[in-house]
């Protein structure tokens, strides 16, 4: 029998996952050694493991961007410059995790130290993603990433919504993992084969088994749709960001899309360019339905964490923009640039909204309403500021993140347009709802500012820190995005 | 390249065709007499009173979930226990990481008290 040696398994590449894996099995068990009112030791341990792999990603990115790629677990996992700037992003968002719930947790009392070892644990799931080169992994990387999640977004158990929020997450993301199993198991069926390299030479386009492997890559559709949030998988997201703890619902609406994303991208730009064109229409519809829907129902909220749902379904449209114009093989590292600095800007600006909405929330979960953010601009004159250049930025405002994202997901798809005339019809939707958009945007910073209010907001250090690294990264990648774009583009998959 | 199905589908026909013969002529050449006792689901067990749902103690569902986390280690150790020698070293180490890992969770459900009965 050939067993893997060592050097095949190369756990030199899968290092920050390694850390982090190991870290939160030993957090898991040292919480237990820790007494109940001092739970947050147990938060700022998982700091220094989130910090450890932040070191660890470091330094692989000067190696990476040397080599290229490298395989992992005898060709499980691909590590190259794509996983290791999805990887940044998730250590950082997971980070961010830590920070907003360090205060949060004990004032609405809801200190466990289970919190930061799930927000561990879900890390790894979203990293695995980002370096799946099999649909095994992507499947076990989904589950890793969602059974986490499921629990936090009930941490706050005694509340009615909390918990309506972790049944409703856990029946509808279980159903659609069993989607993404079928997929697998028709794609698998086709093509003799779960590796994404193999399924991509088993699918050529004259195949005999493409009616059976577009079926299976249309359900793996379904199923990454799902956690991506894209419109008609989308129904679970309103309810479960609004009713989830709101840290939670920062982390999940960054990290889970991010994933999503990122197993979206290895999955159908590495297995299956035979029939890209049928992909790219497919995601192309969605990625205009999904603008639609996200914008057109986000002006009627009243609720912050429900409008920035809506906000992230639409969002999630825009980035599926991109992914659509990745279909052609000459524009795709383009594409995966524009994918990945999107979901960068979307990370920093998306946490620093949701840090505002923390500081904004009172104890007992009530002052999530957009009124309640009602004058924030005279008693809190610098956290309104950040919050407008948020808004600002998730309209795509000058000198914000997510104009220049927006740029380039708009200039990715009509590169794309001579391949899929559709395109351009989604790239107009997309312009459109962006105008829409600022509706409801500009409508709480016109509620900040405009109108008086008690303005009450509770903003200790961790928050604040927070508010200004997102304000700080969100207006660097809106003036100089240069760099960062380089390295993003420089990120496509090898 | 559908030819060598071609067996499977008259099998699944024929299946069809079959039961649904066979059940209807029982129907119409059968003789029918039904007293209460023989349209009773089990004629000679325990007469079903009461709802078939009922309640048990919500104890029973942590058990349930713990008795899984184990289960799925005997799922894994058992095909490893056919291929130890050929798995040597390697296979040690890996089943070593699995083991350690439920442990993990072992001593966590221990400490939490999900294994007190009271």
Redesign the interface.
């Known amino acids: ?1 050939q ?2 040696i060592l050097e095949s398994i190369n756990l030199m590449a899968v290092l920050p996952v390694l850390i982090i894996a190991g870290w939160a ?1 030993v957090l ?2 040292f919480d ?1 050694l820790i007494p109940r009112s001092r739970k947050h030791w147990t938060a700022w341990l998982a700091l220094v493991g989130l910090l450890g792999a932040a070191v660890a990603l470091f330094f692989q990115i000067g190696h990476f961007a040397r080599l290229g790629s490298e395989a992992a677990f005898d060709g499980m996992v691909t590590v190259d410059g794509f996983s290791i700037f999805l990887q940044v992003v998730f250590v950082l968002t997971a980070i961010v995790g830590v920070l907003l719930a360090l205060d949060y947790l004990p004032r609405h009392g809801i200190e466990r130290g289970e919190y930061y070892v799930l927000l561990l644990f879900t890390t790894i799931g979203m990293m695995i993603m980002s370096m799946a080169a099999d649909l095994i992994v992507v499947f076990v990387a989904l589950e890793l990433l969602s059974i986490p999640l499921y629990i936090l977004s009930g941490f706050a158990g005694m509340r009615e919504t909390s918990e309506e929020a972790a049944l409703k997450y856990f029946l509808l993301g279980a159903f659609a993992s069993s989607f993404l199993v079928y997929g697998i198991a028709l794609t698998y069926g086709g093509t003799g084969t779960t590796r994404l390299t193999g399924i991509a030479q088993a699918v050529t386009s004259d195949a ?1 088994n493409l009616p059976l492997t577009t079926v299976g890559m249309g359900l793996l559709l379904v199923g990454l749709g799902f956690k991506v949030a894209a419109v008609p998988f989308h129904m679970w997201t309103p309810d479960v960001y609004q009713g989830a703890p709101t840290p939670v619902t920062a982390f999940m609406s960054v990290g889970a899309k991010a994933g999503g994303f990122a197993a979206l991208i290895r999955v159908l730009v590495t297995a299956f360019p035979a029939i890209a064109s049928e992909w790219g229409t497919l995601i192309a519809v969605i990625a205009g339905l999904t603008m639609l829907l996200g914008n057109i129902v986000a002006i009627s909220q009243s609720n912050i964490k429900r409008m920035l749902a809506y906000s992230s379904i639409a969002h999630a449209g825009y980035i599926l923009l991109a992914v659509a114009a990745a279909q052609r093989s000459e524009n795709a590292s383009f594409a995966i640039g524009a994918v990945v600095f999107y979901l960068l800007a979307y990370a920093l600006t998306n946490l620093g909204a949701f840090t505002v909405a923390i500081a904004v929330e009172r104890d007992d979960g009530t002052g999530t309403e957009i009124d309640d953010f009602a004058g924030l601009g005279k008693t809190r004159p610098w956290m309104a500021l950040a919050m407008a250049l948020f808004m600002l930025s998730l309209t795509g405002m000058p000198i914000s993140g997510g104009l220049v994202g927006k740029v380039f997901v708009f200039q990715a798809a009509l590169q794309a347009v001579p391949g899929d005339p559709l395109l351009l019809a989604v790239v107009i939707i997309g312009v459109l709802t962006s105008v829409v958009s600022a509706f409801y945007y500009l409508k709480v910073i016109m509620v900040m500012y405009m109108r008086e209010g008690e303005g009450k907001a509770v903003l200790p250090l961790a928050l604040k820190t927070v508010l200004a690294a997102t304000a700080f990264g969100t207006l660097v990648l809106g003036i100089i995005p240069g760099p960062v774009f380089q390295m993003a583009q420089r990120a496509m998959l090898k | 390249m559908f030819e060598q199905y071609y067996p499977i589908a008259v099998l699944v026909l024929l299946a069809t065709v079959l039961s649904i013969i066979v059940v209807f002529l029982s129907r119409i050449m059968g003789p029918r007499r039904p007293t209460p006792k023989k349209s009773a689901p089990y004629e000679s067990g325990m007469s079903p009173i009461g709802p078939a749902v009922r309640r048990l103690p919500i104890k029973f569902y942590l058990v349930a979930v713990l008795f899984i986390l184990f289960d799925i280690e005997v799922i894994f150790l058992l095909p490893y226990a056919t291929l130890v020698r050929e798995l040597g070293v390697y296979g040690l180490i890996a089943t070593g990481i699995f083991v350690f890992i439920l442990t993990i969770g072992l001593v966590y459900e221990w400490k939490k008290g999900a294994l007190d009965w009271e």
Do not use: A, D, S, T
């Open positions: 029998m067993l893997p099995c898991l068990v237990l005999l």
